[in-house]
């Protein structure tokens, strides 16, 4: 059923056709927009991605295949790579717009993402991410950071993340406002130029002797459909994470955890591996540790993505950001050192 309300307030924007809301992409006009410098080197298909937001890959695809898409008024192939200057034709698309609504009604909940900027340039924009929400949409979610601050800044020409937290993980995350950064961001996480460290809490006496574990993770899928991560020895990649104790609370170890390697769940799976679940880890602890960590307070994972350092992709400067916990990790931390020391 459509909701009468909202269709009218949208009324501007929509009209209706059958039982679906379509939107007028610039009142039904071709436009030419010329590839900027910073636009540059990119595939023809991300760069419509772009710029008609919402619109399904298929239907992209599709004016490409015919023809209705042109550079310098020439036809041209899905992985043509765009030059400075080109000019791009670009039609008139229809399509469902379901995703506007939806961070239009949620920008109170993403409105304290102004709150959490660590660093901000023309170049790049660094946050102190919460526990909580993912940095995209997908599997479920109609947003996450990235299309939260889109809503935000929508004046903002580009605003791509650079890397992925896990959605129950804090701390640093980098957004790019150019493409440039983009590029260079990504050329030093794959160089391994861009040292990223994080803070756990395990359950444990991690030894001050292990300083690394490096086995390789594989993907897979429970019966229940759930995607978990396992040290897999055959099918794994290469996964290497490298360890240091911060400070032994009692029963529990504050460590501080530096992927070398970016797998899905890495630092999780480490520890777990290595006998160190991470207090507050619904997927890789147990019923008893889940219980534990409860009983003094943690309502979340406790892994925090602390300290990042890159070179900048303008300035060519060293770059060192610091993330603080958040409040409720800091008590967890303050109770545990309490109770240490009492005795």
Request: aromatic content about 6%; hydrophobic content about 35%; proline content about 4%.
């Amino acid at each position: 059923m459509l909701n009468i309300a909202k269709l009218h307030f949208y009324s501007n924007q929509f009209h209706l056709c059958g039982n679906i809301c379509y939107m007028n992409d610039q009142n039904n006009k071709v436009r030419v927009v010329r590839v900027s410098d910073d636009e540059a080197g990119q595939r023809i298909d991300n760069f419509l991605k772009r710029q008609l937001k919402g619109v399904p890959k298929s239907l992209i695809y599709r004016i490409l295949r015919k023809g209705e898409v042109r550079v310098n008024k020439k036809r041209i192939k899905p992985d043509y790579k765009l030059v400075s200057h080109d000019d791009v034709r670009i039609p008139p698309v229809r399509t469902t717009q379901q995703d506007k609504p939806i961070a239009n009604a949620n920008l109170n909940k993403v409105s304290h993402l102004n709150d959490c900027v660590l660093f901000e340039d023309d170049c790049l924009l660094i946050l102190n991410k919460p526990s909580g929400f993912a940095v995209h949409g997908g599997s479920g979610l109609n947003f996450g950071v990235i299309e939260g601050l889109r809503a935000l800044r929508p004046d903002a020409r580009f605003l791509e993340l650079i890397h992925r937290l896990d959605r129950d993980t804090s701390g640093v995350l980098m957004i790019a406002k150019k493409r440039s950064a983009l590029r260079e961001l990504h050329r030093q996480l794959r160089e391994k130029i861009v040292h990223k460290h994080y803070l756990a809490l395990v359950h444990g006496c991690w030894p001050r002797a292990l300083k690394k574990v490096n086995a390789p993770l594989a993907k897979n899928a429970l019966s229940s459909g759930e995607r978990i991560v396992q040290v897999n020895e055959v099918d794994g990649k290469p996964s290497l994470t490298r360890f240091q104790l911060e400070r032994k609370l009692g029963d529990m170890t504050l460590i501080q955890a530096s992927p070398v390697t970016g797998r899905t769940h890495q630092i999780r799976v480490h520890c777990q591996n290595a006998g160190y679940s991470i207090a507050g880890d619904t997927k890789y602890s147990t019923h008893e540790q889940q219980s534990t960590a409860k009983a003094f307070g943690l309502g979340r994972l406790f892994l925090h993505a602390w300290k990042i350092e890159f070179i900048h992709p303008k300035s060519g400067e060293t770059i060192k950001l610091m993330a603080p916990l958040d409040v409720s990790l800091q008590k967890v931390v303050d109770h545990l050192a309490s109770e240490v020391d009492c005795y």
